[in-house]
Each structure stands twice: as structure tokens, then as C-alpha cells.
């Protein structure tokens, strides 16, 4: 078995084709200008080569998450959330079923085998932006191919996708049809994943529904609807960061949920019961799952795989400070790794504000590292004008998302990066897909990833007439 950490390391056979992704974005799934739109406004979002990732790796990731939907369905736990949270998020808490929140992501990072849950997140992006990135793989020898998605597959993901927004319709006590979806943002024209609130659109428009995409103060709340202009609406997609409807601009939204006139998803519970950072204290101490009535299969799983994390308190300043080299900090209610730091790049300034802000501390477990090739810069030769050279390779590292509805894993991606945290900046980094071994083509890969007795450029470990 050619193990995953043995292809993040050698194994440059996959690759991402621009031209089908131009494709894609333009005319399979989007409309005509976007892929120039994300190369202007976002030229790192796709990394060119794949993560690997060993299916036991992944089925791991598939526990985890089923683990953490036990936990938060028992009521002792839902009690002990809704009692402490803002009087927003215990709306309709009396009522059985409800929507249950679409696009959670479970973020991990698996280094040397070992895998870590680090955060769960309630308005995870990307998915649409995953299913465009799957269509644009390619391999570089026809024995390969059975290693790439199948346009089928994607085309079901994506049937999904909005089966998951009709269930939560459902889920919500209507009957009649879905109608009209607003995907909703600060500013959404100016945010960073504006391109797939785009793609969304026209994946909810070919299927029937009337969709906006808009601002939360555009919205308005009258006759007992929430309205964009002159369509009511009868969901919400929220991508919105503002989680418990507290800012202005989010007044008619909160006006809509407060009298359950809206689907909105995902909602303030749903944050409160899964995003809160300070639950990951909960899942890595087993006294307190115990209290809880929490099974033990269910919490041997999450002792493994969440990192020991705790709240930042005053009197353990000290020792968390001494310690600060082996743990990162985040705002119990952040998000998109703002005003998260690793422990040792923690300046004095920066302690205090941890220390008057609310924070967890967790053990830091490292990312993962996939060797990708490196970009390719200009360098000056004597006597002679600047060329474009390109360095062999550069070491990147990538952290693992699961993209989960009603405690299922509908899709795994990756994400490349250099600094603390993922962030789009990197070139080479971005969005990859995942890839895990199919039995059929270990025999293939092994032979390719085996030194050839033909020496080749370097790119991969496949001969010439067998590597594009």
C-alpha cells in the first residue's frame, strides 16, 4: 500500500486543468465572465495538484462528525447550551425537529497519522467552489483515470445540495414548494467567495427556485413576510457572520426569525450548539461527558481526535502563558481564523487581549504538508535581461474539511496554505481536491511512483511517454 503521506510528498500525477475549469465556472455551472471575475479577484483560490488522504483517515473524519451530532442531540447537553446562550437562539428550541443547518464544516489537520478536529464551523464555504474544482481534474496517463471524480458524481453532489435546502424547507413544517432562496452576506459583492454565492444562484435557478443574493440591511420585514424588493422569501441561505442577528443591518432578518416567518439556515441555534469553540473543551475532557450522560464509544471517539482544549481564564494565566508554545488560541466565537494566534507568536500586547477577550486554548496539532510545485519567479542571468525559472517544488501546508449535513459527510476538500492560518494568499495554495487510494490502481501508482530507469524532469516519477 503506497501510503498518503508517500504521494503528498512525491506524487505530481494529478493535476488541475485551467481550461476545464474556465469551462465550468463559465458555462457548466456559472455564467459567462465568472472564471475571469475569480482570477481578478481571486488567483489563489484553486491549488493545482490534489491532497491524499487514506480511506481510514477519512472514515475517521466520518466518526468524528457522527460523534459530535451524538453529543449535541442529548437534551441534557441542548439544556446546558440554550441556558447560557442569548435569548435569540432558544426561538422555537420548544418545537421538535426544525431545519437543521446546512454546509457544516468540520475543519482537521493530519500530521504523521494523526488527525485532529481543530473547529466546527456553521456557514462553511466552498462546497459549490469544490464541485467546480472537480470537474477540472486531470491525470497524466490514462491509468489514472479511475483515480479522478466522475462527472456524475459531482452532478449528484449537486443534486444534493438542494435536496439539503428543501429538507430544511420541510424540516421547517411546510408543505407546499419551496419557492425563493436569498443568499445573504454583509456587502456580498465584496466578499472574497462572492463568485460561489454566484454559483449557488444558478444552481438554486435551475431548479426551479426565484433567488437574491443580498445584504441583510436590503431586506425588509412587512405584512408578516421578510421581502427583497418585491419577492418574499421563504428561506435564507445565511452566510452571514454576524451570528446571533445582534447588528443593525440584520434587524428585518431578526424581525423574520423572531416570528418563524423565515427558514433561515443556518440560525443562531444552530451556531450555539456546534460552533461555539468552547464546546471543543467539552469534547476533549472526559469528566464532563460523563456528567453529561455521553456514551462512552462516543467519547472514546472524540478523546482521540479533539485536541485538549480549554477557556482562557484569568487565573490560569500563568501557567497557559508558560505553556503558550504547544497550544493555539481563538475567540470562542470567530471565524475565517481572525484574531486566532499560535501560542508561540504571541506577543505581550496580544496576551492581554486574549485575556480580556473570550478564548479557548488548544493544543496545537500541525497541519499537514503536501510538496506542490513552486511558482515560477523571474531571475536576472548575467549580461542578459530577467527570465521566468521554475524552482522544482515548495512544501505547503493543508488542513481537511468535511462538509457535513444532518451528521452525515457529503464532501471532503482540502486546503493549501503557508502562515498560521489557511487564507487564499498563497500561490500555489488554495482549494484541493481530495483524493484516497482506490484498490484498483495501487499496482499503477506504485509503478509510476517507483524510481523509472528513465530519468524524468523531476515533476513526478513517471517516464516520459507516460507523464503529461
Keep these: ?52 488522504v487514506s480511506a481510514a483517515h477519512l472514515q475517521r473524519m466520518a466518526d468524528v462528525v457522527e460523534a459530535v451530532e451524538a453529543v449535541v442531540a442529548l ?12 435569548a435569540v437562539v432558544r426561538v422555537g428550541a420548544g418545537q421538535d425537529g426544525g431545519p437543521l443547518g446546512v454546509f457544516f464544516g468540520y475543519d482537521f489537520h493530519l500530521d504523521q497519522g494523526h488527525l485532529g478536529l481543530i473547529e466546527v464551523n456553521t456557514n462553511a464555504g466552498g462546497a459549490m467552489l469544490n464541485a467546480v474544482l472537480a470537474r477540472a481534474q486531470r491525470a497524466c496517463c490514462p491509468a489514472l483515470d479511475g483515480w479522478l471524480p466522475k462527472a456524475g458524481d459531482v452532478q449528484a453532489f449537486e443534486t444534493r445540495l438542494v435536496q439539503m435546502f428543501q429538507q430544511e424547507w420541510r424540516q421547517a413544517g411546510h408543505t407546499r414548494p419551496l419557492a425563493s432562496i436569498a443568499i445573504v452576506d454583509e456587502s456580498p459583492e465584496q466578499q472574497y467567495l462572492y463568485p460561489e454565492f454566484q454559483l449557488f444562484q444558478q444552481l438554486f435557478q435551475r431548479h426551479g427556485l426565484q433567488v437574491v443574493i443580498a445584504d441583510p440591511a436590503a431586506l425588509q420585514w412587512r405584512d408578516g413576510r421578510l421581502w427583497s424588493g418585491d419577492l418574499a422569501i421563504d428561506l435564507v441561505y445565511n452566510r452571514l457572520t454576524d451570528f446571533y442577528l445582534e447588528q443593525a443591518a440584520s434587524a428585518a432578518l431578526r424581525q423574520a426569525w423572531l416570528q418563524q416567518a423565515v427558514v433561515l439556515t443556518p440560525n443562531p441555534q444552530t451556531h450555539a450548539l456546534y460552533a461555539d469553540k468552547r464546546h471543543l473543551a467539552l469534547f476533549s475532557d472526559d469528566a464532563r461527558m460523563q456528567a453529561l450522560g455521553v456514551p462512552e464509544a462516543t467519547r472514546q471517539v472524540l478523546l482521540a481526535h479533539v485536541p485538549r482544549t480549554e477557556v482562557v481564564s484569568a487565573d490560569q494565566a500563568d501557567r497557559l502563558w508558560a505553556q503558550r508554545r504547544s497550544l493555539f488560541f481563538k475567540p470562542v466565537a470567530g471565524f475565517g481564523s481572525r484574531a486566532a494566534y499560535r501560542g508561540d507568536k504571541l506577543t505581550k500586547r496580544v496576551w492581554q487581549d486574549i485575556l480580556d ?12 504538508e503536501r510538496v506542490v510545485p513552486a511558482p515560477a519567479t523571474d531571475v536576472a542571468r548575467p549580461c542578459g535581461p530577467a527570465v521566468a525559472e521554475t524552482p522544482s517544488t515548495q512544501t505547503l501546508k493543508f488542513d481537511l474539511r468535511a462538509y ?61 511517454s507516460s507523464c503529461t
Design 404 to 464: 457535513a449535513y444532518a451528521g452525515q459527510v457529503q464532501w471532503v476538500a482540502a486546503r493549501l496554505y503557508q502562515g498560521q492560518t489557511t487564507n487564499f494568499r498563497t500561490p500555489g495554495g488554495g482549494f484541493a481536491p481530495v483524493y484516497s487510494l482506490p484498490a484498483q490502481a495501487e499496482s499503477g501508482l506504485q509503478a509510476l511512483l517507483a524510481p523509472p530507469a528513465e530519468q524524468t524532469d523531476g515533476a513526478c516519477h513517471c517516464t516520459a
Design 357 to 368: 477577550g473570550d478564548y479557548v486554548a488548544q493544543a496545537l496539532v500541525p497541519p499537514g
Design 75 to 86: 437534551p441534557a447537553f441542548r439544556q446546558q447550551v440554550l441556558d447560557e446562550a442569548p
Design 1 to 52: 500500500m503506497v501510503p498518503a503521506s508517500a504521494l503528498n510528498n512525491d506524487c505530481f500525477c494529478f493535476s488541475l486543468d485551467q481550461a476545464s475549469l474556465a469551462l465550468a465556472l463559465d458555462t457548466a455551472l456559472g455564467q459567462a465572465g465568472l472564471s475571469a471575475t475569480v482570477r481578478e479577484r481571486c488567483p489563489h483560490l484553486f491549488s493545482g495538484q490534489p491532497v491524499f
